[in-house]
T-cell receptor
């Protein structure tokens, strides 16, 4: 059973507009969330994180929002640039696991059109 | 900068062969992970290790084993490769420290089993 879901496999956005990538989770014990970006033939690279004690974290053009009651996470990219075209993964950690193991979503492929 | 290296970028093996995938990290991280990435399935955890000689099964350990004899090195072993193990394999490492637990990934090994 998929505990972390990214229901949109792909998304296309015009350059300069906002990209919104969504992630839903089922486990209320998840306490820390990460977003990664992956280019073809490369490993994922860390983008931004958020702890469950916050509802927003911002880093430049990237903002992550957390709605704990809805068990929903979103990544906003403003303004979107062609170099942002990649696959984006969200990941969540289970506090009760006692480990730093993360569960990843299936990914959303973002295409930013010039 | 954290560096995670994987021994091969591309591998072609025959069914039944024993396959070794090596991963080395240079930042003294306690945790190391092996994932496979398949289209539509995202990153799935095969095994992870939180200390030397320690290992724990992830979500899909069947057909795989691991070895961690030194802190910096984590090996994934396919005892008898099968065609359904054709995939992109990603290694990652992280610290065991809350708030500093970002996983750093290697470039990946694309394995083709014929």
């Amino acid at each position: 059973d998929q505990q972390v879901k990214q229901n949109s496999p792909s998304l296309s956005v015009q350059e300069g507009r906002i990209s919104i990538l969504n992630c839903d989770y089922t486990n209320s014990m998840f306490d820390y969330f990460l977003w990664y970006k992956k280019y073809p033939a490369e490993g994922p690279t860390f983008l931004i994180s958020i702890s469950s004690i916050k509802d927003k974290n911002e880093d430049g053009r990237f903002t992550v929002f957390l709605n704990k009651s809805a068990k929903h996470l979103s990544l906003h990219i403003v303004p979107s640039q062609p170099g942002d075209s990649a696959v984006y993964f969200c990941a969540a950690r289970d506090l009760t696991s006692g480990t730093y193991k993360y569960i990843f979503g299936t990914g959303t492929r973002l295409k930013v059109l010039a | 900068d954290v560096k995670v290296t994987q021994s091969s970028r591309y591998l072609v093996k025959r069914t039944g062969e024993k396959v070794f995938l090596e991963c080395v990290q240079d930042m003294d991280h306690e945790n190391m992970f092996w994932y496979r990435q398949d289209p539509g399935l995202g990153l799935r955890l095969i095994y992870f290790s939180y200390d030397v000689k320690m290992k724990e099964k992830g979500d899909i350990p069947e057909g795989y084993s691991v070895s961690r004899e030194k802190k910096e090195r984590f090996s994934l072993i396919l005892e008898s490769a099968s065609t359904n193990q054709t995939s992109m394999y990603l290694c990652a490492s992280s610290l065991s420290r809350a708030g500093k637990e970002t996983q750093y990934f290697g470039p990946g090994t694309r394995l083709l089993v014929l």
